[in-house]
């Protein structure tokens, strides 16, 4: 997949600005690359910025050339002319620069290879593994630039703000994947990462990998087990979300609604109807005055245990404000409910 001719045309821009040139044209550059290009050139600016005089010598304009007879200046001659170019004119990162805009990353590795543990050689080496697509490298590589990695989380963020998830979700694995945890809110990062890999990826497996680093991170903070608890449900794990809960303490379980319901789960999942029915209610008290609250599934789960358990009286009146207030789908299972309560 790649970016569409705006975007590009925009990565130019911001690139050329610091080259001070004008004229040289669009080449495609895998989505991928581009996208770590884009948000890292910021940091590469402020590392060594570019002179004018080293791209353009004697303030003479080498890049393209009046032509003597008619012809058409093709895409490729300015390409040869800039390639002919390069090795006399340019300094090694500059020289590596517009080698990685030409799509040669090889070249571009190679010009590199003399200046490999300068920052800022280091960033341009960085964008050449990620146009190779040896995304894999680039956390090795960046992991001696500081402020690498916090800038990566911030391009992720915006990208997860825009609603871009699959791009956030990589941006912000390379970003975790760099040696300075100080300047990250693993918090947060771990959240995000968790959530995109269950919403976005559907991938259980890796969500709970990294719920387990958010929760290890933050000592067992309740909204990493709430959603860790969550994860578990979800697969009917009922007996480890019920390890992750005595992670946290009782004063503070009791305070989440989450950690109620969950209970409610757990106990229903054992056959132990009663208590099950007690931690729902429980529940339904805590989550009253909640805004964006857990009540319709509250309502419904204690509804069916009610049933259950042969109170019809009690389960309708749980049931009837889940069918009148619940999200659609479980409008139509407590409905579903309510009829099958219906006399024959």
């Given amino acids: ?42 940091l590469l600016q402020t590392v060594q910025p570019l002179s004018a005089t080293e791209f353009l010598p004697n303030s003479q304009s080498w890049l393209i050339r009046q032509p003597t007879s008619p012809e058409v200046i093709t895409e490729q001659k300015i390409r040869s002319a800039v390639e002919a170019q ?17 799509g040669k990353p090889q070249a571009a590795k190679d010009a590199l290879a003399e200046t490999k543990d300068d920052p800022r050689s280091r960033l341009l080496l960085a964008f050449t593994y990620a146009q190779q697509g040896q995304f894999a490298r680039v956390p090795d590589v960046l992991h001696r ?18 609603g871009n998830y699959v791009e956030a979700t990589q941006l912000l694995e390379i970003a975790e994947g760099i040696d ?33 680093r958010w929760v290890t991170v933050t000592n067992s903070d309740v909204n990493a087990v709430e959603w860790m608890s969550h994860l578990y449900l979800q697969r009917r794990q009922t007996e480890a979300a019920f390890e992750v809960w005595r992670r946290v303490d009782p004063v503070q379980a009791s305070q989440s609604v989450s950690y109620w319901k969950d209970m409610g ?6 056959g132990n109807w009663d208590q099950a029915i007690a931690m729902y209610g429980a ?33 309708q009146t749980y049931l009837e404000y889940v069918a009148q207030y619940g999200r659609e789908d479980l409008r139509q299972a407590a409905n579903k409910l309510l009829t099958s309560m219906i006399p024959k």
């Fill in 86 to 102: 390069l090795p006399a004119v340019l300094s090694l990162h500059t020289r590596a620069t517009v080698y990685l805009l030409l």
């Fill in 283 to 315: 529940a339904w008290e805590r989550d009253r005055d909640k805004p964006n609250g857990l009540r319709d599934y509250i309502g419904l789960y204690l509804g069916a245990a009610l049933i259950h358990q042969g109170r019809v009286d009690e389960a």
């Fill in 180 to 212: 300075h945890p100080e300047e990250l809110d693993l918090s947060s990062l771990y959240r995000v990462l968790s959530f995109n890999s269950y919403y976005a990826f559907n991938d259980w497996d890796k969500a709970v990998g990294w719920s387990q």
């Fill in 1 to 42: 997949m790649r970016h569409g001719h705006a975007a590009i045309r925009y990565l130019m821009l911001a690139i050329l600005a610091s080259l001070c040139v004008a004229l040289l044209p669009r080449f495609w550059l895998g989505w991928r690359s581009n996208l770590v290009l884009l948000h890292m050139m910021p």
């Fill in 145 to 162: 630039v500081p402020g690498a990695a916090s800038m990566l989380v911030s391009a992720g963020m915006v990208e997860q703000v825009r």
């Fill in 265 to 270: 789960l757990i106990y229903q999942s054992r």
